[in-house]
């Protein structure tokens, strides 16, 4: 069974850092790309970054880049998202998302329709 679980999310006061965690098991994951996703209130669910499977690939929407790393743990089973200078419009709950296919080593997108397996989010809340 294929499955993601996130964690990390929590409270932060504007201006402040977390460290999102995405738990990775059932599945080949150094052949699949990772992707966070966040939906905020009364929001659709929009991509915030992607990693490859090989890890060569890193991309971030425009909103987040400078501000925002993914990367892999040592045992490519984890991925994370740091975020840092975090923004009252970026309280959403947090989700990550594996690839619903074999791809190219370097793939990498932001389309919720390209991957299959979801985690069950974790919230982040920034107080305005």
């Known amino acids: 069974q294929v499955q993601l679980v996130e964690s990390g999310g929590g409270s932060v006061q504007p201006g402040g850092s977390l460290r999102l965690s995405c738990a990775i098991s059932?599945?080949?994951?150094?052949?699949?790309?990772i992707g966070w996703f966040r939906q905020g209130p009364g929001k659709e669910r929009a991509g915030v970054s992607c990693?490859?499977?090989?890890?060569?690939?890193?991309s971030y929407v425009d909103s987040v880049k400078g501000r925002f790393t993914t990367c892999k743990g040592s045992s490519n089973s984890t991925v994370y998202l740091q975020m840092n200078n975090l923004k009252p419009d970026e309280t959403a709950t947090y989700y990550c998302?594996?690839?619903?296919?074999?791809?190219?080593?370097?793939?990498?997108?932001?389309?919720?329709?390209?991957?299959?397996?979801w985690g069950q989010g974790t919230q982040v809340t920034v107080p305005s």
């Open positions: 998302a594996a690839g619903s296919s074999p791809r190219a080593s370097d793939w990498c997108r932001h389309s919720r329709g390209d991957y299959a397996y």
């Open positions: 059932g599945i080949y994951w150094d052949y699949s790309a």
């Open positions: 990693i490859s499977s090989d890890s060569r690939v890193v």
